[in-house]
């Protein structure tokens, strides 16, 4: 769970019994949609193996995570376009729902700690949907770096949070540049590209302005029932800031603070006009 705790955590009402209503009919709704598509996903693969490639199953992930939101009543706006290079894709973090967010306005694979893999339900997605675990420490930073490069070199196109925690989805705390490293190899460096995105958050009318936000020391489990109980429509906003080649920049610190700058600004901007 995150350790960033700055601010007091939002108090959610109790639920009503309709809460409870909506929140036990969306449960099982997505759990028939990402379990069943997760089925789809296993065959998928294994036809996907021959060839070396995955031209397929990314599409079902992808329909898998937008048939989930519309079931939350999370709507989707998305600005600017998913760059089609070879590389990677940075956001801002603020919930588990960042999940079916990014991956439900473009493909890729995702890049998140290692105790996600053993949570219940959202474990087994992410292991099906190819991601990629690391140890948030600077020990593994080789084993992580030997990771991005031999994804990277395979064509996948990676999504990591340079924060390195989920905060309340208000702010952008400063990116980390560890993860940065592997696009600065000698053999990688002139053919790949990041792109930085930023996610914005909307509660619905009359809640915290934080109520998607998942930080701190807020369990996993009453945040998702909250969300699912949820009477009123949400919305989240993704922009897709211009990718930028790795090659511009001297280094990767150079380069997480540029997607650092990118992402805060978009935030604070959009912020500002609500």
């Known amino acids: ?83 089609q290079h070879r590389g990677a894709v940075v956001s801002n973090h603020s919930s588990w729902l960042d999940i079916f967010v990014l991956n439900a306005a473009q493909r890729v694979y995702f890049v998140s700690k290692a105790e996600v893999s053993k949570w219940p339900a959202i474990g087994l997605v992410a292991r099906s949907t190819g991601t990629v675990f690391i140890e948030r420490k600077s020990s593994h930073a080789r084993k992580h770096k030997s990771q991005f490069e031999d994804r990277l070199i395979a064509g996948d196109r990676l999504l990591f949070f340079p924060e390195g925690t989920s905060t309340d989805s208000r702010r952008v705390i400063p990116f980390k540049s560890t ?44 945040h998702f029932l909250h969300i699912l109980g949820a009477r009123r429509k949400g919305q989240v906003e993704i922009i897709f800031h211009d990718p930028v080649a790795v090659s511009d920049f001297a280094s990767r610190k150079d380069l997480a603070r540029y997607c650092e700058q990118a992402v805060r600004a978009s935030l604070e901007d959009v912020m500002g006009q609500n």
């Open 179 to 222: 993860l940065f490293a592997a696009f600065f190899s000698p053999h990688l460096v002139d053919t790949m590209w990041i792109q930085p995105v930023t996610t914005i958050y909307h509660a619905p009318k009359g809640e915290d302005p934080r109520f998607y936000g998942w930080w701190g020391e807020m369990g996993f489990a009453g």
């Open 1 to 83: 769970m995150s350790l960033w705790t700055d601010g007091a955590e939002p108090v959610f009402a109790r639920l009503s019994p309709i809460g409870w209503a909506l929140a036990l009919v969306r449960l099982l709704l997505i759990g028939i949609v990402v379990y069943g598509l997760m089925v789809v996903l296993a065959v998928t693969r294994l036809m996907e193996t021959p060839f070396g490639k995955r031209p397929v199953s990314p599409y079902i992930v992808q329909l898998a995570c937008i048939i989930s939101l519309r079931i939350l009543r999370l709507g989707l706006a998305v600005h600017g376009t998913p760059m």
